[in-house]
């Protein structure tokens, strides 16, 4: 009932940046939180970081600073900037957004994730 769909991924060298960005759409009523996830080969999924309905971001470990969310709630989407990108950022990207589906309850959907590549 909720489907999101991830792009911006892509290869790239150490100290560029990417945007990516994760857009909602279906049979929904509203939408909570947005959250972006990352997950490197051989490791578990991590937070990068969130954003409440009403604006407020929350970023995890050394990633605030560089990264940036945000997001647009008439397109319901979900953005996320990466400046200075380093080799340590690669992994596939995923997009959370907790959500209430018509005739349904809040709940998590997931993105099919975004591969980042980041060259030395």
């Known amino acids: 009932q909720v489907q999101l769909v991830e792009s911006g991924g892509g290869l790239v060298q150490a100290g560029e940046s990417l945007t990516l960005s994760c857009a909602a759409s279906?049979?929904?009523?509203?939408?909570?939180?947005m959250a972006w996830y990352r997950q490197a080969p051989g490791k578990q999924r991590e937070l990068v970081a969130s954003?409440?309905?009403?604006?407020?971001?929350d970023y995890a470990g050394s990633d605030k600073g560089r990264f940036t969310i945000s997001r647009d709630n008439a397109k319901n989407t979900v953005y996320l900037q990466m400046n200075s990108l380093k080799p340590e950022d690669t992994a596939v990207y995923y997009c959370?957004?907790?959500?209430?589906?018509?005739?349904?309850?809040?709940?998590?959907?997931w993105g099919q994730g975004t591969q980042v590549t980041v060259s030395s």
């Open positions: 279906g049979r929904f009523f509203s939408i909570n939180y």
């Open positions: 959370k957004v907790n959500a209430r589906a018509t005739w349904d309850t809040f709940r998590d959907y």
């Open positions: 954003i409440t309905s009403g604006g407020n971001t």
